[in-house]
């Protein structure tokens, strides 16, 4: 079956117009993935080695452990003697949501995939919330998310879900990976981004004020809760937006239908769209990646759709890619027929 998929971070586009792509010839050459600047090409890495009872160590992230796991054990540990008061509870699940779309509409379909374009205080907007969702820089992040479209469930897809639905979660970022080994991808628009440029350099920064201070500083001067901020609106929020985020990486690739194509892992479930801020109707993504919408019936739940939708009318969102309707009936059509051969040549037809 044909896919309907255009290149992640391109235009969608109808079949009928694929004349109208530029050749290959003339597109930027993909991508490296972003290294250390102590990297060495040339030395063999951690990875190329055996993993032992002796040097399991060097294998693992440590930062990322202490990133992902360390930090929220501790906030959670110190919740149990931390009050917890309606004000922050109230301030936390509503950061939680801003920071949560930062990254749906903002990273992901906003710069990893281009589905819509947004006007500048929009775009600052979601690069600092974004960032207070502490998952990296939008082009770390994108370039991440291009590669796994181009290379889903294969050796060079940084999350494949072949790997292992835990490793899929966070274990490629809790073990150490091959830079060598994951695929490349052109982000020659990311890097003419200003905004994404900024907020790369100043990450850090970024992550600090954005994820902790910021939420404290409004627990603290609105109702004096200082604490309180720090620990639910700042330590565990940041820790529940990560893993919702995991989720599209890990069960939104194992939980669910596959009414568009079923020769990779993703699906569509209401489970994961609830979890994920609607990006759980995944199977339909990954066949039409630049349509702004992951859910396209009108009882689907998908906020991210939504709020992109409420961009547009205040002006602040616009160009919102969209496949036609026919395109994605053809798609869906095309599977079913599909399963229809399969049962079909089951039978004995005598």
């Not at 060495?40 to 992230?61: R, S």
């Not at 990254?103 to 992901?108: D, R, W």
């Not at 009414?259 to 699906?267: A, C, E, L, T, V």
Request: glycine content about 8%.
């Amino acid at each position: 079956m044909p896919s309907h998929q255009p290149t992640s971070g391109m235009p969608a586009v109808d079949p009928a117009k694929l004349s109208h792509i530029p050749s290959a010839e003339s597109k930027p050459a993909p991508q490296e993935p972003v290294r250390n600047k102590n990297y060495d090409p040339k030395k063999p890495h951690i990875t190329e080695t055996p993993l032992t009872k002796k040097n399991w160590y060097k294998h693992v992230n440590w930062l990322n452990v202490v990133l992902i796991v360390g930090i929220p054990i501790a906030g959670l540990i110190t919740a149990t003697w931390t009050p917890l008061r309606w004000q922050t509870a109230v301030w936390a699940v509503a950061y939680y949501f801003a920071t949560g779309l930062g990254i749906t509409a903002g990273y992901h379909r906003l710069w990893a995939h281009t589905s819509y374009s947004a006007s500048l205080p929009l775009k600052i907007y979601l690069a600092a919330v974004g960032g207070g969702a502490v998952e990296g820089s939008i082009r770390w992040w994108a370039r991440d998310h291009r590669a796994h479209h181009r290379y889903t469930d294969t050796d060079k897809d940084p999350y494949s879900v072949r790997k292992g639905l835990l490793y899929s979660h966070f274990g490629w970022m809790i073990m150490k990976q091959n830079p060598k080994r994951i695929g490349r991808t052109d982000i020659s628009d990311l890097n003419d981004d200003a905004v994404v440029v900024w907020q790369h350099k100043h990450y850090l920064k970024v992550v600090l004020f954005m994820g902790l201070i910021f939420p404290c500083l409004v627990s603290g001067l609105g109702w004096g809760d200082w604490m309180g901020g720090f620990i639910y609106a700042g330590i565990l929020r940041i820790f529940f937006v990560q893993q919702a985020t995991f989720c599209v990486n890990s069960l939104a690739h194992w939980l669910g239908d596959q009414p568009f194509d079923d020769r990779n892992s993703p699906r569509d479930h209401v489970i994961t769209a609830l979890v994920t801020l609607g990006e759980g109707y995944h199977n339909f993504h990954h066949e039409f990646p630049s349509d702004y919408r992951n859910a396209i019936e009108w009882h689907q739940y998908d906020p991210t759709k939504w709020s992109i939708w409420a961009w547009k009318q205040l002006g602040l969102a616009y160009d919102l890619k969209q496949f036609r309707a026919n395109e994605i009936e053809k798609g869906r059509l095309q599977q079913q027929q599909k399963k229809l051969d399969q049962k079909r040549a089951k039978l004995d037809w005598g």
